[in-house]
């Protein structure tokens, strides 16, 4: 059974950073594609980014390029979303997702794995 838990979130101020982590279990975490969503209230569950089975290939919702970036480390079966300049806007449940299909994917449905996620607050 594929288990992920979230960590990292947080209250920021408007400018500030988070690195938000995410440990999965499983024997086959490497040949995972791994996802970011976030959801705000009131709203759909949102894209923010997306990393292949080797690391190789990542992309990016067009608010996060330039200010996220999205990382793996195999040897402790954990993914990572580094968070800069964050705005207000950026307020949300994030959530982390992992695929069977190791390529990246921007859908939900594209995704077999869920964690409970992890609040983040940015202050204006």
């Known amino acids: 059974q594929v288990q992920l838990v979230e960590s990292g979130g947080g209250l920021v101020q408007t400018g500030g950073s988070l690195r938000l982590s995410c440990a999965v279990s499983?024997?086959?975490?490497?040949?995972?594609?791994m996802g970011w969503f976030r959801q705000a209230p009131g709203k759909e569950r949102e894209f923010v980014a997306s990393?292949?089975?080797?690391?190789?290939?990542?992309y990016y919702a067009d608010f996060a390029k330039g200010r996220f970036t999205f990382s793996k480390d195999i040897a402790k079966n954990t993914v990572y979303l580094q968070m800069n300049s964050l705005k207000p806007e950026d307020t949300a449940v994030y959530y982390c997702?992992?695929?069977?299909?190791?390529?990246?994917?921007?859908?939900?449905?594209?995704?077999?794995?869920w964690g409970q996620g992890t609040q983040v607050t940015v202050s204006s």
């Open positions: 990393i292949s089975w080797s690391g190789d290939s990542t």
């Open positions: 499983g024997r086959t975490f490497s040949s995972y594609g």
């Open positions: 997702a992992a695929r069977n299909d190791g390529s990246v994917a921007a859908i939900p449905y594209e995704y077999d794995y």
